[in-house]
C-alpha cells in the first residue's frame, strides 16, 4: 500500500530519496527550507557579471555509481561531460605543467602507466607509489582503522614528495580535511572505490552546466511527474514523537499530522534543531571542515585545461569556466576570519606564482564560503555515523554524514538516500506483516 512520506531537505540525499519513493507510487511531500532546492550543490546568478555560478565546484567520478544511477532515473545524466579515461593537469610554480594521465591499457596497467609517467615524481617515489599500491589489497582494515592519513603514508614509507605531489591533494580533494586529520581507513576506502575497480572508475565528470540546471530541475520535474510535492522556502521547525513513532511536523506554515513516515535529508546541525538528537538515538559529534571558492574574472585567459591541480599550494584547484576562474580551497579552516584584503593578497599571489596571471588581468572577484561544507572524517569519529534507521520506527535518516563508508561527497549524499529509502521500505513491509 503506498505511504504518505514527507521528506526534509532538498539537496542530493532528500532529492535522491523522494525520486526513488514515488517512483515506487508512495506520496512524497518535500520540504526545503531555502528558496531552491540542491542543498549545498546549487547554481546562481550573479548579479554583477549575469554570469551562472556554482555556490561550490562539485566533482564527479567514475566510481559514483549511486549517483550515476540516481542521474539515469532522473534524466540528467546528459547534463554532465565524461572523461574516457583519468587525465588531470597539476600545475607547479612557473607554470609547469605535469600531465597524471591512465593510458588505454587495461586495467590496472592503465592506472600503472599513469604512475609511471607522471613527472612530478622520481623514480624512487614512482617505485614506492606503486609498492603502495600493490600492497592495497592485503591490508587489514583493522590495522589502519586508528589511524590518520598522515600516520599511513609515514608507516607505508611514503616520501615527501610523494605526498605533496599526489596524496594530499588526493586525500584534501576527496575528503576535504588534511592528512593529519583524516582518517586512514576512509581514505582507504576512497582509494579503492577510485583505483580498484575497473578502467573508468578514475575518470572526472563534470556538470556541463550550472548545478541547478545540471540536476536539480531534471529531480524536481521528476518528482512532480509522479505527483509529488516540493515546498521551497518553508523551514521545518520541529519533530514531535509518541511513544515510538514521530507524530507531528511543525513547519513555518503548517502543522502536519496525516503522513506514515519521514525522512530528515539534512546535515546533522540542522536536525539537532527540530528534534532530540538523543532520543533518536544518535550519539555523532561532528567538527565540520570548510571550503573556500573564489570567482575570478579575467581580461585574458591563458589556461587551456580545464581543471588543474595546484601541488604544494594554497590553493588546491582552478577550474576553467572559459568565463572566469573557480578557484577552490578546501580544508579552508585558517582563512574564517581572515580580512577579504588579507585573503586576496595570498590568492592574487598564489596564482601569478602558479599561473603567471597577475592582478591587472583580473577584472572581478567573488568569493563564497561554506564554512560547514563537510564533516571532518576522523579515526575518531568514523565509528559514530548513524544508520539510516532511528529509534523512531517511521523516521529514517539521509545525508553524506550517515554511515554510508564514504566521506562526505555527493556520492555519500547519494547513497544515504538511497539507504533510507530501502530502510523504509523494509520497515513497511516487516510492519505490515505484524
Known sequence: MPEKIVVIGGGFAGLTSAALLSQQGHKILLFEASSKSGGRAYSFTDTVTGDVLDNGQH???????????????????????????????FLRKNFEVLTLQASALPYPLNMLTAMLNYQALE????LLMIRFFLRLPFILQDDIRKLSVSEWLIEEKQTNNTIKSFWEILCVGALNTSPIKASAFTFYSVIKAIFFRDNTSAAIILPAHGLSDAYVKAAEEFINSKQGEIYTDERVISLEAEGTKIVKIITAKRELTEFDSVIAAIPFHSLEKIVDVRKTGITFSPEYSSILNIHIWLKNNPLSSGFYGLIDSEIHWIFNKQTHLNIVISDAGKFIGMDKDDLLKIIKSELQAYTNINEDNITAIKIIHEKRATFIPSKEIINSRPKSMTSYENFFLAGDWIDTGLPSTIESAVKSGRMAAEALVRSVSTNSKE
Open 123 to 126: 623514480l624512487k617515489d614512482k
Open 59 to 89: 566533482i564527479l567520478m567514475g566510481c559514483y555509481h549511486e549517483t550515476l544511477h540516481f542521474l539515469s532515473l532522473i534524466g540528467a545524466k546528459k547534463n554532465f561531460t565524461f572523461q574516457k579515461k583519468l587525465k588531470i593537469d
